[in-house]
């Protein structure tokens, strides 16, 4: 089991002292929560861009970009040059399929993993036919676009319900999991299926990072 840190709540002032502090905690990822305003409420291009361009020079913890954008395509080609782990893109930004395998592939041709996300209200079943063209499945649970949200309790049904499609159908796809992730809810997205558990402010908001992702990372 894996931790990435979205450092969607780390101080500008304080940034390069707590990526040092976050990468000697152990955090296996960055996780890169990028909003344009239009997909979701907030924007965060910039400051995103910024923390990307310093990760990039300082540290050598893969990066995880989120993208809850409408335009992808532009977003992608502005992402990939931080050479990411992975990028995910969302389901519902796209008109079709054709559309999201087209994301999908330019992402894997430039050496990059492609992920795919979906909000709280999206049926699992919606993507299952994308499932042998992605790595990873980033499940939405609380609602994109701000962090501090509670866990939504019936997103776990669904980490459960892919976890079962993965299994039967010997797909190769890492379940990762976003929104108001805590040590009093850990245990149930593990039990759940989960591979990858996202976890912001509590981490960010600790005394303690280490002691903090340690903990997150026992419950597996």
Same mark, same amino acid.
């Given at each position: $089991?894996?931790?990435?840190?979205?450092?969607?709540?780390?101080?500008?002032?304080?940034?390069?002292?707590?990526?040092?502090?976050?990468?000697?905690?152990?955090?296996?990822?960055?996780?890169?929560?990028?909003?344009?305003?239009?997909?979701?409420?907030?924007?965060?291009?910039?400051? $995103?861009?910024?923390?990307?361009?310093?990760?990039?020079? =300082?540290?050598?913890?893969?990066?995880?970009?989120?993208?809850?954008?409408?335009?992808?395509?532009?977003?992608?080609?502005?992402?990939?040059?931080?050479?990411?782990?992975?990028?995910?893109?969302?389901?519902?930004?796209?008109?079709?399929?054709?559309?999201?395998?087209?994301?999908?592939?330019?992402?894997?041709?430039?050496?990059?993993?492609?992920? =795919?996300? =979906?909000?709280?209200?999206?049926?699992?079943?919606?993507?299952?036919?994308?499932?042998?063209?992605?790595?990873?499945?980033?499940?939405?649970?609380?609602?994109?676009?701000?962090?501090?949200?509670?866990?939504?309790?019936?997103?776990?049904?669904?980490?459960?319900?892919?976890?079962?499609?993965?299994?039967?159908?010997?797909?190769?796809?890492?379940?990762?999991?976003?929104?108001?992730?805590?040590?009093?809810?850990?245990?149930?997205?593990?039990?759940?299926?989960?591979?990858?558990?996202?976890?912001?402010?509590?981490? =960010?908001?600790?005394?303690?990072?280490?002691?903090?992702?340690?903990?997150?990372?026992?419950?597996?």
């Amino acid at each position: $089991m894996e931790v990435a840190t979205s450092i969607l709540s780390v101080k500008k002032e304080k940034c390069i002292q707590t990526f040092y502090n976050l990468e000697t905690a152990g955090t296996d990822y960055f996780h890169i929560d990028v909003m344009d305003g239009k997909f979701v409420k907030n924007d965060t291009t910039e400051l $995103m861009t910024e923390y990307s361009e310093y990760l990039n020079s =300082i540290t050598n913890v893969p990066l995880d970009v989120h993208l809850m954008v409408e335009d992808v395509m532009s977003y992608i080609k502005s992402f990939i040059i931080f050479e990411p782990r992975n990028i995910t893109v969302h389901y519902e930004a796209a008109k079709d399929e054709g559309e999201l395998l087209s994301w999908i592939t330019y992402i894997k041709e430039h050496n990059c993993k492609a992920g =795919i996300s =979906i909000k709280p209200n999206t049926e699992i079943e919606k993507i299952y036919n994308i499932l042998p063209y992605v790595h990873t499945v980033l499940i939405m649970t609380v609602e994109p676009g701000k962090g501090g949200q509670e866990l939504i309790p019936e997103t776990i049904d669904k980490i459960k319900k892919l976890k079962e499609y993965i299994s039967k159908n010997n797909l190769e796809v890492d379940i990762e999991a976003d929104g108001g992730i805590n040590l009093d809810n850990v245990e149930k997205i593990r039990e759940a299926g989960c591979d990858i558990i996202v976890a912001g402010t509590s981490i =960010i908001d600790s005394s303690n990072y280490k002691e903090t992702i340690e903990k997150l990372k026992s419950c597996f």
